[in-house]
């Protein structure tokens, strides 16, 4: 199936690794110029590497180290960008993940954190694109965000809440710009195969007295799937949502969760 987006400028937002490195991938080898980013500046040339090689080595892919929960940082990011690659086309907001914990868990330091971390850097991020993909009349905004958009997931007391906000931002700024072309969906990955699958199992397990292999067992057979999530399963969708073919989506959330979350 052809996506239409060939030749489109993307950025992804924490792409040195997990979800963000799958999502970056399968957009170049849709055809897209790429701009990875990542805190971890160590893990950006190997992930530079994969993500030219996803494009068959024929693409133009900028790396650039960076703190998304720091404003001017994004600001000075996507200005790079924008010389090196032109204006951005295609956003996949994604940012690590706020540390799991109980309400009581829940100092004042890690709620501004997470906020700043989950929900002003996907603020901040669309702010930064939303004026050239205007004067272009095309743009795809996808926030890579969490089945706890619809159901609350225990024990992440910060990210449940703080994603709901995400939620808030996309329902409200699909009609404002829809008349430019543009497009904002949410998706909720359930648990997915990478560091932060087995950062959150070993806070589990650690609460059980288990292992973090037994937990992520657990956590396998409470996902009718029967198996965590793949990210290039998350990856394939943000893809979908970026194409030309989802022109008309726009507003909605999509979980990629073998079916574990019970709500409608
Ligand atoms: N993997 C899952 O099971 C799962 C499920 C639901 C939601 N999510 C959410 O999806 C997002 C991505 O998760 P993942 O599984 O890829 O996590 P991951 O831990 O595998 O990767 C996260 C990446 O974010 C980078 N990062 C962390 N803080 C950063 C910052 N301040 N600025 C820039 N980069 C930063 C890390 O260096 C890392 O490369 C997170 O918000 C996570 O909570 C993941």
Known sequence: MDLGI????????AS?????????????REGCNVAICDINADALPAAREAVLEAGGGKLRVF????????ASAITE???????DLGSIDILVTNAGGPPPGTFDDATDEKWLRGYALTFMSTVRLIRSVLPEMKTKGWGRIINLASRALLEPIPNLMIS?????????????????????????????PGPTSTDRAIELAGARAKKKGISVEEEL????K???????????ELAATAAFFASELAG???????????GETKAL
Do not use: W
């Not at 040195?16 to 170049?28: C, D, E, F, P, S």
């Not at 995400?166 to 949410?186: D, F, R, V, Y």
């Not at 008309?248 to 990629?256: A, K, N, P, Q, R």
């Open 160 to 188: 449940n809440a703080v994603r709901l906000a995400m939620s808030g931002i996309a329902k409200t700024l699909a009609p404002e710009i829809a008349s430019s072309g543009i497009t904002i969906n949410n998706i909720g």
């Open 248 to 258: 008309h989506i726009t507003g909605t959330t999509l979980l990629v969760d073998g």
């Open 222 to 232: 409470q996902i009718p799937h029967g198996r965590l999530g793949r990210p290039e």
């Open 77 to 83: 990011m996507v200005t790079a960008i924008q010389k």
């Open 63 to 70: 790396a650039y180290p960076v703190d998304l929960s720091d």
């Open 217 to 220: 067992e657990l956590t396998a």
């Open 16 to 28: 040195g690794g997990g979800l963000g490195l799958a999502t970056a991938q399968r957009l170049a």
């Open 6 to 13: 060939s030749g489109k400028v993307a950025l992804v937002g």
